[in-house]
């Protein structure tokens, strides 16, 4: 019988995400033992009572203990010392990112540690499985407009110009902003503008033979009120857009950052954001303006001379936690069902299963093997 261990995650204090109760219900019947940490999902108001009751042969444990089980299922990737802590050939299902991970991905592979990417997870058209479109563009658009109503001039005005929001990026995150932000991001601004008869909102999806243009961007950023990353990058040691491109933007101008990729300095060259120059937001901190301390905790060979409203968060659907949890909760119960009833070690890509073919591409394996697939989408911010 396979053991299970289900901590939780001990990041920012906003981040309250745990898988609901409800879920642990789907596992009664599998031959596994469920060990969940104590306290799990006390953050959205949940009591030990409330999981014991959808699965009564729950246990719980220590977080340290947890990490000690056959399976590891965790939203956000643990640390480095919380992987170090997992025994030699167990599995991990979590958020693993292994495009802009590459250390960690490396200690996986060092501890022989089988990792289930959950972003990674894909059907047979490499379309992402257990993923939260809404939660992260939407999220994202409607924390952007609520700055840009602060920023801008007569935002609430018949009498101001259409908004332009141009989107770095053609994937379901750029697409789901899109939606988004035709509406403002908000069905209360939006119906706000509504009344007011006010001017609506421009959206241009750039695709690469535009980003890529550097005078084209120019005169599409001097238009720009809100410029969304919602790119995925082939190499991302390089800039989409450079700092020195950001000075051609409006001064009331708001920078979203959605696909939330961070800078990390212990891998050569050094792994850079989409936009240079720009913070990391979390769920304790979205919104940055330009004198705001966290530029000083961006690498100092990164130029951060021009700066704008800055709204950026590596897990946006977290803001609605409860929400959140409800959907990841549907998408990963048949995935680790399946990873419960078989060996994934031995799974491919050629496998009778629907769900073990989706698993593998989850795989390190899978994924050195396909490192190049632009037609999908690379989203940090889970």
């Keep these: 019988m396979k053991k299970i261990g289900f901590p939780r995650m001990h990041k920012e204090v906003n981040e309250k995400r745990d898988f609901l109760p409800r879920f642990f219900k789907y596992f009664i019947n599998e031959k596994a033992e469920l060990f969940l940490e104590k306290g799990y999902g006390s953050a959205m108001g949940f009591t030990e009572e409330d999981y014991l009751i959808e699965n009564p042969y729950i246990k719980f444990i220590d977080n340290k203990d947890c990490y000690t089980k056959d399976i590891v299922v965790v939203l956000r990737a643990p640390e480095f010392h919380e992987i170090q802590g997992m025994k030699n050939g167990s599995i991990l299902i979590s958020m693993l990112h292994y495009p802009t991970r590459k250390s960690r991905t490396e200690l996986l592979k060092r501890k022989n540690i089988h990792g289930v990417s959950m972003d990674l997870v894909r059907n047979d058209s490499l379309e992402r499985i257990i993923v939260n479109y809404n939660g992260t563009s939407g999220s994202g658009i409607q924390v952007a407009f609520q700055e840009l109503s602060k920023s801008m001039k007569n935002f609430y005005s018949r009498s101001r110009d259409i908004i332009n929001v141009s989107i770095i990026g053609l994937g379901m995150v750029g697409l789901t902003a899109a939606k988004a932000a035709k509406m403002y991001g908000s069905s209360e601004i939006n119906e706000r503008m509504k009344k007011l008869g006010a001017k609506g909102v421009l959206v241009k999806l750039l695709?690469?033979?535009?980003?890529?243009?550097?005078?084209?961007?120019?005169?599409?950023?001097?238009?720009?009120?809100?410029?969304?990353?919602?790119?995925?990058?082939?190499?991302?040691?390089?800039?989409?857009?450079?700092?020195?491109?950001?000075?051609?933007?409006?001064?009331?101008?708001?920078?979203?950052?959605?696909?939330?990729?961070?800078?990390?300095?212990?891998?050569?060259?050094?792994?850079?954001?989409?936009?240079?120059?720009?913070?990391?937001?979390?769920?304790?901190?979205?919104?940055?303006?330009?004198?705001?301390?966290?530029?000083?905790?961006?690498?100092?060979?990164?130029?951060?001379?021009?700066?704008?409203?800055?709204?950026?968060?590596?897990?946006?659907?977290?803001?609605?936690?409860?929400?959140?949890?409800?959907?990841?909760?549907?998408?990963?119960?048949?995935?680790?069902?399946?990873?419960?009833?078989?060996?994934?070690?031995?799974?491919?890509?050629?496998?009778?299963?629907?769900?073990?073919?989706?698993?593998?591409?989850?795989?390190?394996?899978?994924?050195?093997?396909?490192?190049?697939?632009?037609?999908v989408d690379s989203l940090n911010a889970i």
């Design 207 to 375: 695709p690469r033979n535009i980003t890529c243009d550097r005078h084209e961007m120019i005169q599409i950023l001097k238009d720009t009120d809100i410029l969304v990353d919602a790119s995925t990058r082939d190499i991302n040691s390089e800039y989409i857009i450079e700092n020195e491109m950001i000075k051609y933007l409006k001064s009331s101008s708001v920078i979203l950052d959605i696909t939330a990729d961070p800078y990390l300095t212990d891998v050569e060259p050094i792994q850079v954001k989409a936009i240079e120059g720009i913070p990391t937001g979390t769920l304790d901190k979205t919104v940055f303006y330009p004198d705001d301390d966290e530029y000083a905790f961006i690498p100092s060979s990164i130029s951060t001379i021009n700066r704008r409203i800055v709204v950026s968060c590596n897990a946006w659907p977290g803001l609605n936690a409860l929400e959140c949890m409800k959907l990841y909760g549907k998408q990963l119960t048949p995935v680790v069902k399946m990873i419960i009833r078989n060996n994934v070690r031995e799974v491919n890509e050629h496998s009778d299963s629907f769900f073990m073919r989706a698993i593998y591409r989850g795989s390190i394996k899978y994924f050195e093997d396909h490192e190049k697939f632009p037609e």
